[in-house]
């Protein structure tokens, strides 16, 4: 009897080794690895698409519910998302929503509220980036919190303007201002919704209420028919996720730091930056298109086309034919990372109009995006290479409008596909120069590549933001510039 006791003690033994070694073999940081990413990185990925049943639950069972129910669920769903992310680290993001709901309630709707907001958020999320940097990229806590800092400094502004005079404000500030009291359920909802926790996109309070409310519906009484919408938008992400995931592994900015990069012809390193720079940002691209959740939920609604057909953009992140077909720097600002972009423009440029300088206010609006990113100053270097950048084109395309012989030369029609490529490789080979310092982060890494290509970017474009001025004065006529000062 002892014997065959032992005999079955020693089964369940074995059996609990081998389902043990079966776990460990499933265990997320052995599927990274086997997959060639990043533990942090699957689980952002499986994050992300946590955020389908999760937006299918809401369709069908809390659309119309009450409100007090959608944000208690949208609350505990962000939260669920952050421990699996980033575990007691959570309480970063807690604290700081408690402390800016305090803030609101306190403060009221006073000038000295926004200010402490701005100072308390940034300076909070700066010091997180303080502790926890490194020479990489790094998927941890100060990731969704960069969004959330957005969100509460939004937050504050808006609530500060729904206590002003309707009349004194503009009419984009009236859209968003904040006329009732939001209660801590509704700040902790709208801060920690699944479909933008993470990785975003940003939207205002007001748009929020909305969507919690369920008044963002192309069909009274329905549930918003944006299914095939968010389909559609899936399977272009998809097939940028499949594209990069091929790719990513032969285009990297790590060979940019490499003897073989070096040891290539001029041409070779500057082709191959050309090509990265463009390949670099659809790690981003991606992301944002297979998050598609704010379309499921309906948060995405923007009202209607001329046609009557209903548009699901108001949460999208990119313009994807614009990026992927305009030549100009511009173009892919005004296509990459909208809503970030429409933030800093509503809350911060448009905000610093007082000051009277457009390029000055535009300035310091790309300096806080770069301290928005990060303390590294490959982030300085970026958004002050876009600021130069954007200067010289719009100096260039003034120039070509008002000179006749250049209007002339560019409306050659036979020439166009010349002039396109020609555009297309200054933008994208400069972009790729630009997101050099963005992805490398530390100095003694950018330098050394600004070196190999003798600071192309720099000399470049400082040339003509000095040179086009004179260009300009020669090759337009007196009377094209009493004409533009009338």
């Not at 959608?70 to 421990?83: P, V």
């Not at 002039?419 to 950018?446: E, N, R």
Request: positive net charge; charged residues 15%; contains cysteine.
């Amino acid at each position: 009897m002892a014997s065959s006791a032992e005999g079955d003690e020693g089964t369940v033994v074995a059996l609990a080794g081998v389902l043990q070694s079966g776990f460990q073999e499933l265990s997320l940081n052995k599927l990274a690895t086997s997959l060639g990413a990043s533990e942090q990185a699957l689980r952002l990925i499986i994050s992300i698409f946590l955020g389908y049943p999760f937006a299918l639950f809401y369709r069908h069972y809390l659309f119309y519910k009450e409100t007090y129910l959608i944000h208690l669920f949208h609350t505990f769903t962000g939260l669920s998302i952050a421990y699996f992310n980033f575990g007691n680290q959570l309480y970063h993001s807690l604290l700081c929503i408690v402390l800016q709901f305090l803030i609101l309630r306190l403060m009221g709707r006073t000038i000295t509220a926004v200010l402490t907001t701005f100072c308390f958020q940034m300076a909070y999320l700066l010091a997180g980036y303080y502790y926890t940097a490194t020479g990489n990229y790094d998927i941890k806590w100060t990731m969704p919190h960069c969004v959330l800092t957005l969100k509460l400094i939004g937050l504050a502004v808006d609530y500060f303007d729904g206590g002003k005079d309707q009349n004194s404000l503009s009419s984009e500030q009236q859209k968003y201002a904040i006329r009732g009291v939001p209660s801590l359920l509704e700040v902790a909802g709208f801060s920690y919704f699944y479909g933008a926790f993470l990785v975003g996109p940003q939207f205002s309070m007001n748009h929020y209420m909305k969507l919690v409310q369920g008044e963002l519906i192309d069909i009274p009484g329905k549930i918003p028919n944006s299914i095939i919408p968010a389909l559609k938008r899936l399977s272009l992400g998809l097939f940028y996720l499949v594209g990069y995931t091929l790719l990513s592994p032969h285009i990297t900015e790590d060979y940019l730091l490499t003897e073989d990069y070096d040891n290539h012809p001029f041409w070779f390193r500057c082709m191959y930056m050309l090509i990265w720079g463009k390949f670099v940002l659809y790690k981003y691209v991606t992301c944002w298109l297979v998050t598609v959740i704010c379309i499921l939920t309906g948060l995405g609604f923007n009202g209607f086309e001329e046609k009557g057909k209903a548009k699901w953009d108001a949460c999208a992140n990119m313009k994807v034919w614009l990026f992927e077909t305009n030549p100009r720097f511009t173009g892919t600002i005004a296509s990459f990372n909208i809503n970030t972009n429409a933030w800093v423009a509503r809350y911060i440029f448009k905000r610093l109009k007082f000051l009277g300088n457009k390029e000055l206010s535009q300035g310091l609006s790309l300096l806080f995006l770069a301290l928005w990113h990060g303390l590294h100053s490959g982030y300085l270097v970026c958004f002050q290479m876009e600021f130069l950048i954007v200067i010289v084109e719009r100096q260039a395309a003034r120039l070509i409008q008002e000179s006749p012989t250049l209007s002339k030369l560019a409306a050659i029609t036979v020439l166009q596909p010349f002039y396109y490529l020609v555009q297309q490789t200054i933008h994208w080979l400069f972009m790729g120069y630009s997101m050099t310092a963005f992805c490398l982060f530390t100095w003694d890494k950018w330098l050394k590549v600004y070196k190999s290509i003798y600071f192309l970017g720099h000399i470049f474009f400082l040339s003509l933001l000095f040179i086009l001025p004179y260009i300009h004065k020669a090759m337009v006529p007196r009377k094209e510039k009493l004409k533009k000062m009338e």
